[in-house]
């Protein structure tokens, strides 16, 4: 498929595919409306269903390394979300196992991690959040994954030390609009950073690494 005669309309069609995979992910299976529920549960069946077919995600991960090769920004949040998403729904009892194979084909490619400290050093705002997103999905799928994020990924990154750093910022932003000191907003880079930085924390105790 990925044939560089027919890659522009391929690329194309995947990113069509992309948009209607990125609305099934965004759903609430255990949500308290019946009908909600049950929709969500027809909308993920069809995703499970696909996770079946590719089990590593062969041609969401190409998106991705073609969204990474051409820099095409219109999806680089986006692409990013959906494999967030797609470990997210996947983390159940009956399908983590695939979510242990996404976050695997994502943590043993060097590229990918590459992919990853580029989003999270490119100071677009949903970018790095969703690529934080990302890492905490990551983070929750299982103790060996755990184990595996911690070793390989780079905690030196010059970046995380900007998002420590974010707090202040936003703090004084919010100061001066309101003229009281403000804490971070839900959904700041602050907010992001500390949801990836704490669960990777209370994993790493819990599990005694």
Known sequence: MWTRSGAALNSFLDILGLKRLRQQLNVRPNSSDPIESAQATRSLAVVYEYVEESQECTQLLKIWEWQQQHDVRKIEASIVEVLSKLIHQCNTA?????????????????????AIYKNLSCG??????????LLTAMNHVHQSTTRELKDGFNFGLKVLSKLKNQRRKEGEEASNKTGTL???RPGSLWSSYCLISLAFIRLIRSRGY
Do not use: D, E, F, Y
């Open 94 to 114: 009956l399908h983590r196992t695939h979510a242990m194979k996404i976050t695997r084909s994502i943590l043993q490619n060097q590229g990918r991690m590459t």
């Open 124 to 133: 677009r705002l949903s970018t790095v959040q969703a690529t934080l997103r």
């Open 182 to 184: 403000c804490p971070c």
